[in-house]
């Protein structure tokens, strides 16, 4: 049965599409970016922790590589008398990384950024972190005593802040999953590229296609 130059592209885009989602469940790229926050306690508002509810990382889970308009390009060539349409080219087109930019900072290797943060923002913080355990301490007549009190929670909040004014805040890498050099985004698409070249053959006999992979990292 013939095939239009349409229909061939179509299932060609199944087989990229199917080989390259079924090596990202296996790495598992976003469930170890998530529990990385979690291991580093970037938890106090839950929005970095769940990027399924606010796209705070990209993709929102491991079976979203590929779900965005124009992810997967085949251009293909016509052979033959009967213009036999074969895939020439194979193109992967990945975004991936921080999608918020309210935490871009923390990340490593982002640039040192020292400012006078809002008061009532890390208040907030601290009320969250005191909520789920965490201790915050003032010194009042020379005793140390939890903070409780609004005034003395805006104190800890005030130290806070003198202290990312003049140290920045410190770096965490929890979006280094992306970079694995065996279950990354590079590596997970160097596995997916064997099997589709592989796949390719055992359909249609295609050896010559050329696969390439066009990966965006860090997307704010």
């Known amino acids: 049965m013939a095939f239009s130059e349409g229909q061939y592209k179509n299932f060609i885009k199944v087989i990229v599409v199917a ?3 079924k090596e990202f469940r296996k790495s598992a790229i976003i469930k170890k970016v998530v529990q990385k926050i979690k291991s ?10 769940n990027p399924q509810l606010t796209a705070s990382i990209l993709p929102s889970r491991d079976d979203r590589f590929l779900v965005e308009r124009g992810g997967v390009l085949v251009k293909t ?7 036999t349409p ?6 992967v087109n990945i ?17 040192d ?4 943060p809002n008061l009532d923002r890390i208040a907030e913080w601290i009320k969250v972190k005191q909520s789920r355990g965490k201790s915050f301490k003032i010194t009042k007549k020379g005793v140390r005593k939890e903070a ?29 999953p992306f970079e694995d050099r065996a279950t990354g985004v590079k590596a997970s698409l160097a ?10 053959l055992e359909l249609y006999g295609t050896t010559f296609v050329d696969i390439q992979n066009d990966v965006i990292g860090n997307i704010l």
């Open 86 to 91: 074969v895939a020439t080219e194979i193109s």
């Open 113 to 116: 950024k020292k400012w006078f």
């Open 191 to 200: 596995k997916a590229e064997i099997k589709i070249t592989n796949r390719l």
């Open 19 to 21: 080989a390259v989602a």
């Open 40 to 49: 580093q306690d970037l938890v106090a508002t839950g929005e970095l922790s």
């Open 77 to 83: 060539a016509k052979i033959g008398p009967k213009g």
């Open 95 to 111: 975004r991936y990384g921080l999608n918020e930019e309210k935490y871009f900072f923390l990340t490593k290797d982002s640039p």
């Open 148 to 176: 409780k009190k609004e005034w003395e929670i805006r104190s800890v909040a005030f130290f806070i802040a003198r202290k990312i004014k003049s140290e920045g805040i410190g770096k965490k890498d929890f979006l280094s």
